[in-house]
Nanobody, 119 residues
Framework: QVQLVESGGGLVQPGGSLRLSCVAS????????MGWYRQAPGKERDLVAT???????NYADAVKGRFTISRDNAKNTVYLQMNSLKPEDTAVYYC?????????????WGQGTQVTVSS
C-alpha cells in the first residue's frame, strides 16, 4: 500500500507565495514521474507540473515562470513552490506519482490540499 500525503496549502493574498509538499510512503521500490494537478470548483482536474526521477520538468502554460517543481528522491518527496499567486490559482492541489513496486508500476493520488488566493 502506498500513500501520498500533501501539506502546505492555505489562504494567501494575491502576489503571495506558498510551498506545497507531498510525501510518498509505503512499499516503494522507486518513483518515476511525480506531479501536481489542480481542480477548481466546477472544473476538471488539470496538470500543473511534473518532474521525472532524473529532474526533467514540465509545466502548464498558466504557471510557467511562477511555479517551480522539485523533488527529493531520497525522501520520496515532491515540492511545488508557488510565487506570484493569482486568484485564478485557487483550487484543490493534488499530488500524483507513478510508483514502481516490485514487478509493476501503479499510479497514485494524494487526498488534496486547498489553496485559496484572495484578498
Amino acid at each position: 500500500q502506498v500513500q501520498l500525503v500533501e501539506s502546505g496549502g492555505g489562504l494567501v493574498q494575491p502576489g503571495g507565495s506558498l510551498r506545497l509538499s507531498c510525501v510518498a510512503s509505503g512499499s516503494i521500490f522507486s518513483i518515476n514521474v511525480m506531479g501536481w494537478y489542480r481542480q477548481a470548483p466546477g472544473k476538471e482536474r488539470d496538470l500543473v507540473a511534473t518532474i521525472t526521477s532524473g529532474g526533467s520538468t514540465n509545466y502548464a502554460d498558466a504557471v510557467k515562470g511562477r511555479f517551480t517543481i522539485s523533488r527529493d528522491n531520497a525522501k520520496n518527496t515532491v515540492y511545488l513552490q508557488m510565487n506570484s499567486l493569482k486568484p485564478e490559482d485557487t483550487a484543490v492541489y493534488y499530488c500524483n506519482a507513478d510508483v514502481q513496486l516490485t514487478l509493476h508500476a501503479y499510479n497514485y493520488w494524494g487526498q488534496g490540499t486547498q489553496v485559496t488566493v484572495s484578498s
